[in-house]
Structures are given as C-alpha cells and as structure tokens.
C-alpha cells in the first residue's frame, strides 16, 4: 500500500502534466520556505500562479479542496509572497487548488482564494 506521502506525490505529478496539456510553464515544484510548502508555481498568461494539490483515494472523510482552510491559505501566502521577494517579481499572482481523487478525477479551481 502506497503511504500518503507517495499519493500526494504521484498526484503532483498528474497535475503538472495537466498544467503543461493546458498551456501553463511550471517554474518550480515542491518549492520550500521554512516549514511551508508550494506544491506547484507555474506561469500562464503573464500571471504567476500558487498551486495547491490535494490527492484523495475517495471522498469517504470529504472533499478534497476541503483541507485547504484558512490556516493552509495563509500558509500558501506567506510563501508566495517569500518567492515574490526572492524572485524579484513583480506580476500578477493566482492561487489555484488541484484536487485529484482515486488518480483520475482531475479538478482545477481557479481563484481558489485570495490573499
């Protein structure tokens, strides 16, 4: 059996790949600040785009997109706003949330939140 660790990973993976099918640049995966962790930053239309990825093998503790509250969104931001600075970019920001269930039930919220 595969541990959580491996399925958030391989789900990762599936949504690079979905990105990529629809256009988007993946600048960095698994990108780290601290203890906080972007899953995904990606670029598309001159915007620099947070991506978060939650895998599921079913919906039997609830939906996916769910377990990013408002604890995980504050997360997310600080460490965007911390890629920004090291970066030195000045561009419009996204935060998106992938949900992937039993690794084929792809979902793409756009403007999942807002910082």
Known sequence: MKSSVQKG????????KFLQEKGYTILETNWRF?????????????????VEVKTRKNTDFGQPEE??????????VDAAEA??????????????VITIINSSQIRHYQYAFYP
Do not use: P
């Open 83 to 96: 890629y920004m600075i090291e970066k030195n970019l000045d561009l419009d920001t996204r935060f998106d």
């Open 67 to 76: 377990a990013v509250n408002h604890h995980k969104q504050k997360h997310l």
């Open 9 to 16: 990973r391989e789900g990762e993976v599936l949504a690079v």
């Open 34 to 50: 601290r203890h906080k962790e972007i899953d995904i930053i990606a670029t598309c239309d001159s915007e620099i785009i947070f």
